[in-house]
Every structure is written in structure tokens, then in C-alpha cells.
Nanobody, 120 residues
Framework: QVQLVEAGGGLVQPGGPLRLSCVAS????????MGWYRQPPGKQRELVSR???????NYVDSVKGRFTISRDNAKNTVWLQMNSLKPEDTAVYYC??????????????WGQGTQVTVSS
């Protein structure tokens, strides 16, 4: 079982920055595939950004150039730096971890979510 604890959400004005953090349990964090998802009001959860198994990063088109995902394996932490925030970025943001169990099989875990509201 992997526990994920998110922090950093809040209310921010349009154009402002916000940094989310997610701390994961476990001694093998380095092998987790980590990512951030979000669920806007009344909509389905969507992928925002994630690390691939090869270590590269993916971003949904709407956040490219504004959001940056990063991680520190020594701290069991992944961050999402969000710049130039827009009202449409308003959502509950969730940290996600995929931990390999067997070849081709991974356990999937979610944080509790943190609310990000972009409004003037």
C-alpha cells in the first residue's frame, strides 16, 4: 500500500503561481510512476502531467508551457509547479502513484486531493 499526502492548494488570482507537493510512503519511491490529475467541477478526472516509465514527462495540451512536474526520489516527493494560472485550471488536484507489483501489473494509488481555485 502506498500513501500519498498532497499539499499546496488554495485560492490564487488569475496569472498567479501555485506549487503543489505530494509526499509518498515507501522505500522504493524511485520506481513509482508519478503523476498529477485534476477534476474540474462537474467534469471527469483528467491527466495533467506524469512521468513516464522511462523518466520523461507528459503534459495535457492545456497546461504545456505553464506547468512543470518534478520529483526528488531522496525526499519521496513530486511537485507540480503551476504558473500563469487560469480560471479554467480550477479543480481538485490529485496525486497518483503506480507501483510495479509484477511484470505488466502495477498498483495504483491516489492522494486525498487538494483544491485549487483560480479567481479574482
Amino acid at each position: 500500500q502506498v500513501q500519498l499526502v498532497e499539499a499546496g492548494g488554495g485560492l490564487v488570482q488569475p496569472g498567479g503561481p501555485l506549487r503543489l507537493s505530494c509526499v509518498a510512503s515507501g522505500s522504493d519511491f524511485r520506481i513509482y510512476t508519478m503523476g498529477w490529475y485534476r477534476q474540474p467541477p462537474g467534469k471527469q478526472r483528467e491527466l495533467v502531467s506524469r512521468f513516464t516509465s522511462g523518466g520523461s514527462t507528459n503534459y495535457v495540451d492545456s497546461v504545456k508551457g505553464r506547468f512543470t512536474i518534478s520529483r526528488d526520489n531522496a525526499k519521496n516527493t513530486v511537485w507540480l509547479q503551476m504558473n500563469s494560472l487560469k480560471p479554467e485550471d480550477t479543480a481538485v488536484y490529485y496525486c497518483n502513484a503506480e507501483r510495479p507489483i509484477l511484470p505488466g501489473i502495477a498498483g495504483r494509488y491516489w492522494g486525498q486531493g487538494t483544491q485549487v481555485t483560480v479567481s479574482s
